[in-house]
Structures are given as C-alpha cells and as structure tokens.
C-alpha cells in the first residue's frame, strides 16, 4: 500500500542521508524548519505590534481587515514567481510566506485584545496603571491564548506552504515531492506530502502545549475569553475582501 | 424565518445549475496560445470520437507546445479536427493520458521517450534508439512516426569564465573541476543518463545534484550565473546558452542520447493519411527551427505558441 | 498592456476554466459542512475527531494531493475533477471548523425555549438554529471562497487549464506581465465571488442587515480558522 510503502521509505535511515544525489530527509528538514522559522520571524515583527495596536487603541481594525483579506486571495504560486523572476534567492520567497502568515496572527492579535472585558481594563486604569502596564499586564497574558491561537493558524499556513519554493530550486522537503512526480514515484511523493504533514502538525502540537500553559490562572482555559454577551466586538476576520453586509 | 428556508434552497438550486453551466463551457481552454483550433467547434472531442478527430497534447515548455500547435495545425489544414491539451506537465503525467486516450498525440524527444519506456536502454545512435522505442510503445498504445531531423538534446553549461579558470571543454573535464554542483529537472537524479550517467561513464565521483524544475529555464540560469551551481543541464536549442555566452561541455562519450523530435500518436487514430501529414511536418522540421522559435517565444514581444506555430507552417507551405 | 488586451479572450477562457474548478468545490464544501459543523458542536468527541482531521487535511501540500487523488481514485490524470476534489478537502477542511463553531454560537437559552415552544428537532434546526448560525457561516464560506480561488491556480502544474497557468507559462518565459495579469485576474475573481456570497448573504438574512457579528464564535473564527490564502502547494 502507497501509504505503508512512503512510511518505510521515510524510515530507511539512508534517505535521511541522501535522496538520489540531493540532499536527503535531515538536509531538507532543516532547510525547511529555517525558511518556515524565518518567515515567522518576520511575521510577528509585523503583525504583532500591528495587532496589539488595532486591539489596544481599536483603531484601524477595519483596515487591518481588508488589507489581511486581500492578502489572503493572494495566490503564493503567482506571487512567487513574480518575486522569483526578479531575484533568486532567499528575500523574496521568505516575504511570500511572511504575507501567508500575517493574516492569522494578525487577526489573533486584536482579536484576542478586544476579548479581554472592558471592565477588567477599566479597573486597570482605575487603579493607575498607565497604558503600556495595562497592555503588559493585563491585556497581554489574557489575550495570550488566542494570539498563540493565531501564531498556530500562521504556523501551519507557512509550514506547509514553504513546499512552494521546491519549484523555484530552493531547498524544502517539497524537493521529495516534485522528484516524486517527475521521476512517478509515487511513494517517495506520498512520503514527501506526509513529512510536511506531520511536521506541520508537530510544531503546531507543541504551541497547543504551550497555549494551554499560557492562559493566566483563574481564566478558564477554552473560553479563554470570558465576554460579556454581545459586546460592540466585530471580527470577521473570516470575512474576505469587504465587510459590509 | 421559512422565507429563509425556501431562499437557502432556491441559492441551492441556482448554484447547482450555474455549476453545471460553467462545468459545460470550460472544457478545452488553455494558456500559452489560445483555445482549440477553428475546425473543433464541437469543442471536448474524445479518444472515442472518429478517426478524423485528434487532441493534441503537450508537455509543460514552450518549445513542446509550439510542436504541438505545429502538428495540430498541419492537421486542421487538412480537415482533421483539431482541439489541445498544452502544457500538461512532465512526461509522467503526459504519457499515462496518452495511453488511456485523453490525448491522441504528443510530440516527443527520442531519447527521453526511450528511456522513460525501457529504464534500462543503453541506445544512443538515431536507428537504435528507433527501435528500441517501437519494441517498446505498445504500451502506450500508442506508435512513434518519423524522426525529425531537429533535436533538442540535453547539454550541460558552464559560464564562460568558469570554463577559463578549470579549463574546460567536454564533460570529462569535469574531473579537474574539483566538486561542482549540477543542476537539472529532478528526474536527471534517476535517469540512467542523468548523475548515474555521469558517474558510470565519465567516472566523476565529486558531482553535487541540484533539482530545478523548469527544464533548463530560467531559474537554472540563474542558479548558474549566481554560482549556486556550476553546471545546468540546458536544452541545446534554448537561446539562453548563446545570449550568455555559456560554453556547452562537449559529450565524446554519447552520454546524452539523440533527442530527436518524433511525434507519437495513438494508434486508433493512426491511419495513412495523419501518418504522412504528421511525417511531411517532421521532414522540415530541423533544429535551428527550433532554435528559432524558442528566441521568438522569449523575444521582447511575447508572441503566442499558437501564432508562431502557425507562421512556421505557412513559411514551409502547409 | 498590449498583451493584455490581446490576450482578453484567453484570460476568459482561463476564468471560466477556474470558476468551473472553484464552484463546485465551494457549493459542495458547503453542502457537507454543514451538517459535519452541526455533528461536532452537539458532541465534544465528534469536535475533536472532525477538526482534528482537518488540520491534518490542510497540511496536505496542495500538489502533492492534485497528484494523488487520481492514482487514489482511479480517474484519468487530465480530468479538471482531479482538481475540483482536491478544493473540495480543503474547502471541508476549513469549513467544518466554522460551522462548528457557528453552530456552538448558538445560544443554549435560545434553542431551550424553542424546544419548550414544541419546535421539533428538524423545526428546530432550520427554523431556530441554521438561521442564527448563519453570520458566522457566511463568514467561514466567504473565508472558503477566497482561498479555493487562490488555492486553484495550482491546477496549472498539473496541466489542468486555470488562472495558474498565467503563472507557468509566465514564470518559464521571464514574462512578469503575464504573471502579474494572472494575479490580478485571481484578486478580482476572488473579490467578485465575495461580493456575490455577501449579497446571497444578505438575501438569506434579511435580520442580519447592518448588524455585525457579535460573540465568542466570531473570535473563534478569526483564529481558529486555519488561514486563508490557502496556496499550501
């Protein structure tokens, strides 16, 4: 069976070394890990402060919506190959994914801002704090959750799309994949499309974890966000392109 | 709220329909050169159809393409009716629907053919390959008319300056190269002429493979003039080689089979008359024709596949 | 320019060819969301397992699965389907998720009182539940719309006619104009399906007019969706 065949194929300690004359499992996973890494990286740097912004000051959220939205329609297969055929090299392909993954962690960001209870912020300020306290000791570790919620939706975003860059003759595990379909060899196809998989699914496991250990003690950990029913909040960040309906 | 629920199922049944609509008029549009030809009105003509009706296929680069469009158009000229599946991708997807019928007629390269059919051919000469290829096409149900003259041949390039600094002529030079990185389309690493060739017939044990999958286009050309590699397995009639001055390795061992055009076409839809249009085209047909309308598809104006295709045709008189 | 806009017919013909892939695989997506949404907001269980295997589904790299499903399938290689079902997992993938959470939204209290009113099980979900899960439904298939758009430019490298193949054909002659025609075109398909599910939206739910989506299922769309662009070639 194709799927048993690939698993073997993934275990034989010689594709970890090599795959015909290429780099092999561990170059590949490396190669992979760091673009993905990279990307996030500079995914945060933009999104973070933008999104704590938005949820902080509620200002610019509906901007932030349409510009996060129409990135989302952006295909990564086009854009590459606009990037590409500028310059071959590293820049451009890790911006692509830095695009793929500011939406979600974006959206994370604010979002997990405007759950935090006004009354909670209100009595923060009662009590003195300025803004940058209230930002820092209030409404980062209770919207913690669901911005780590959001560096997930990235993370998996950009893991399994820095596949992509195996067609522009960057190094990822994608390199097993397009082999496979030019050499039709299905099983070292299907093994190329399971390590992106489950190393997506690995990474993204181990930020549950530590989602879990980020929710302050005394907020209940699914709801992470304790609302008051039908609060003025608004994220349709699902919601593509134009908002108004 | 039950206006809500006739109104979910009327959205429900107006998409349906508008799927299938859309389903319908989609069926034989492609990129690089227009739709299918003017005597295919009928539009999505199968396998199945009469023997006067053919899809032409073609791999996923340029200078397939405009093959394709050359051999078609010879045959719409002649009353055959004519519709396109272009750019389908690598051999592997390209054949297999040639085999089931998708697609009645390819234009293919010798050597690749031969060694995608039997992994262990060893033919280099024109004749062996030849035969090598109709012992084996069956397969495919599918038979390989006349070779044209024109080639298309793997070669591997190095830049000038490297070439000057190693001293470098042929691929047997190589081995005074130190350790150099090649780059190819993936299936290079699995091909008996490909980093297995190279090692088996040249005896170059320090070579690198790098996978770059467009054929020798554009991203091999930049990964060898940024020196990422040092070598690039570039088709021979690609004008990149000469508008970069690029030294083309010499092959004294025949490691890289000839690479003749020779369309392949199913057998159902074999009959005489295709045979000698089909064979017509490919006695003209000849390598700097080649070269020829690879530097016009990538010349400044961008002109389509099908339109070079068809200047080609009315300048040799079909 | 030129190029475009002798080239109109073709980008036609490529957008039709991509509305053929996308549509199906959006209506369909829909379709069997639903009630898999609906199954796993009644039982914590169902929730795990569904959404579980969506996460796993999303990271299929896109080319991997546009190659596999016919060797799985048994269909022929050049057959558009190949492409619209490989949309079709993604689309499920994403939007179980949303009509999950679309349904917990619901309120408990709400749907109590409807059962004490004598609504039966089905009154009471088209009647009581679908239309009050619809915002945040209509949020998740806009979300699906956008991404099955992008994501099906991928059936270029397959050789399955579709706005992608501006980007091949583009990318292997060093011709940015070709590439960018095709990115354009993918952005204005996109916005156009968007506006058309918005105003279908709208003509479904007349109520929901001018209100914006309020509670905890709006926050957990926003980021628990796994992302939207899709393109995971």
Known sequence: MLFLQAIQWILDPEHWAAVNFQAGIAEELGAHLWLSFLALVFTAAVALPVGLYIGHTGRGRGFAIVVANVVRAVPTLGLLSVLLLVSLALPPAVFVFVLLGVPPLLAGAYAGLEAVDRQTIDASRAMGMTEWQILRRVELPLAAPLILGGLRGATLQIIASVTLVSNFGINSLGDFILGGLAANDYVQMTAGAILVTVLALLVDGLLAVVQRFAAPRGVSRGRGTTTARGRRLSVPTGTPVSEGN | MSITRRGLLGTAAVAAALTLGLAGCANSSSIGGGSSSSAAASGGATASGDAKSIVVGSANFGENEILGYIYGGALANKGYSVSYKPAIGARAAYLPALQNGEINLVPEYAGSLLSYLDKTANAKSGDAVKSGIDAKIGTLNAKALDFAEAADSDSLNVTSSFAKEKGLTSIADLSKAGTVTIAANPEFATRPDGIKGLQSVYGLKDVKFKAINDGGGPTTLKALLNDQVQVADIYSTTPSIKQNKLVTLTDPKNLFASQQVVPIVSTSKATSDLESIVDGVSAKLTTEDLLDLNTKASGSDKPDYQALAKAWLSEKGF | ?233
């Open chain 3, 1 to 233: 320019m030129d190029w475009v806009w002798s080239h109109l017919d073709l980008i036609w013909s490529s957008t039709l060819a991509h509305v053929a892939l996308c549509v199906p695989a959006i209506v369909l997506g829909f379709v069997v969301s639903v009630p898999l949404g609906y199954w796993a907001s009644r039982s914590t269980a169902a929730r795990g397992v569904l959404l579980t295997l969506g996460n796993v589904l999303y990271t299929i790299p896109g080319i991997a699965l546009v190659v596999l499903v016919p060797v799985v399938l048994g269909l022929p290689i050049l057959n558009p389907l190949n492409v619209t079902i490989a949309l079709l997992i993604y689309a499920v993938a994403i939007m179980v998720r949303s009509a999950a959470d679309a349904f917990a939204s619901v309120d408990a209290d709400v749907r109590g009182s409807a059962r004490a009113q004598g609504f039966s099980g089905p009154q009471l979900f088209w009647r009581v539940e679908l239309p009050l899960a619809g915002p945040v439904l209509l949020a998740g298939i806009r979300v699906v719309s956008v991404s099955t758009i992008s994501l099906a430019t991928v059936a270029a490298l397959v050789g399955i006619p579709s706005l992608g193949g501006f980007f091949t054909d583009g990318f292997q002659r060093s011709f940015a104009t070709e590439v960018v025609t095709g990115l354009v075109a993918v952005l204005v398909l996109a916005a156009v399906f968007d506006v058309v599910i918005g105003l279908i939206g709208r003509a479904l739910m007349p109520w929901n007019r001018g209100r914006r989506l309020t509670s905890r299922a709006a926050k957990t769309l926003a980021t628990a969706v796994p992302g939207g662009v899709g393109a995971n070639l």
